[in-house]
């Protein structure tokens, strides 16, 4: 078996082009959705990838507000600046790029900001929400990866899932997605035992462990599908002494011989994280105004 390759930038590419369709709905009764994207410090590879948010939000037709503070800012002024953008009528959508600099506690961050503006999905009310299937907005990158897995299975109610990872970011919100589809799923770790066994058990396997081609092929069950979520960076020498790589959490050639499905790693998860921050920004603005969702399938 050779696995169907999930490629995330097309369907990211697909999903962006729905929501500058929504948006133009929008903007004709008058509502140009807004995100405010707030980084502190000069890390080369979260500059690029705000910049790449901002190109993106203003291709499908938002207004975007980049706000690029030193590394030297303190926590009460990153309070400060999210308390501004909190009573901001033009931003619809708040993210602060994550990791923030060792003087300012991210949770605190995260809680300071409005849940109706939480596009990341990280504040705990809307956390709370998705756990108790409330309407809410949702971590983009499980988000996102429910919608690749939709791609190929628009039906997964039944379904054994393994969720290997527990973060608050990926692994917890990704295990109440599927629930919410009817599978019955498991949050697996790096702790827990016999995890090959219980990765082989898998219909929808998930990985999010953080750990370089963990994931084994002979770990898949034949006709599963794979998702990736590990961006890793290795040494590369067949490039050069210190050239480098990046691998996902799944050991890729191996899977794609078992699976039935599988995302790549890079060109997998990653475009869809950014898409779905900006349907998020899309729902936040409809939300905070009372109207409904453009009807387009998000999921398509």
């Known amino acids: ?21 929504a ?3 929008l903007s004709s009764r008058g509502v140009t959705p807004g995100l405010a994207v707030v980084i502190v410090g000069e890390d080369p590879a979260s500059q690029l ?21 030193p590394a030297s800012t303190t926590e009460a002024e990153l309070l400060a600046l999210v308390a501004g953008l909190n009573a901001d009528p033009a931003v619809d959508g708040i993210l602060v790029q994550l990791p923030l600099p060792k003087q300012i506690d991210a949770q605190k961050i995260i809680e300071a900001i409005d849940p109706a503006k939480d596009v ?5 009310i809307n956390a709370g929400k998705l756990m108790t299937g409330v309407p809410g907005l949702v971590s983009c990158t499980p988000l996102g990866c429910l919608l690749l897995i939709q791609s190929v299975r628009r039906d997964l109610a039944g379904l054994n899932a393994v969720v290997v990872g527990r973060s608050n970011i990926v ?28 990765c082989r058990e898998a219909d929808i396997l998930v990985a999010a462990v953080g750990r370089p081609e963990m994931v084994r092929g002979d770990w898949v069950k034949p006709g599963a599908i794979v998702i990736d979520v590990g961006i890793n960076r290795v040494p590369n020498p067949a490039a050069g002494e210190g050239k480098t790589k990046v691998v996902g959490d799944v050991a890729y050639g191996e899977a794609a011989q078992v699976a039935s499905a599988i995302t790549p790693v890079p060109g997998g998860v990653g475009p869809m994280t950014i898409a779905c921050l900006l349907r998020n920004t899309l729902e936040a603005a409809c939300l905070r105004r009372g109207l409904p969702m453009p009807a387009v399938d998000f999921a398509a």
């Open 171 to 198: 692994g917890k919100p990704m295990a109440q997605l599927l629930i919410a589809q009817s599978c019955t799923v498991t949050v697996a770790h790096s702790r827990t035992r016999e995890l090959p066994g219980v």
């Open 23 to 25: 948006a133009a709905s």
């Open 120 to 124: 990341d999905g990280f504040h705990p």
């Open 1 to 21: 078996m050779s696995a169907t390759i999930i490629d995330g930038k097309a369907h990211a590419q697909g999903l962006r082009a729905r929501i500058a369709d």
């Open 49 to 69: 990838y705000v910049k790449n948010k901002a190109r993106q939000t203003v291709e499908v037709g938002m207004r975007s507000f980049e706000h690029v503070l």
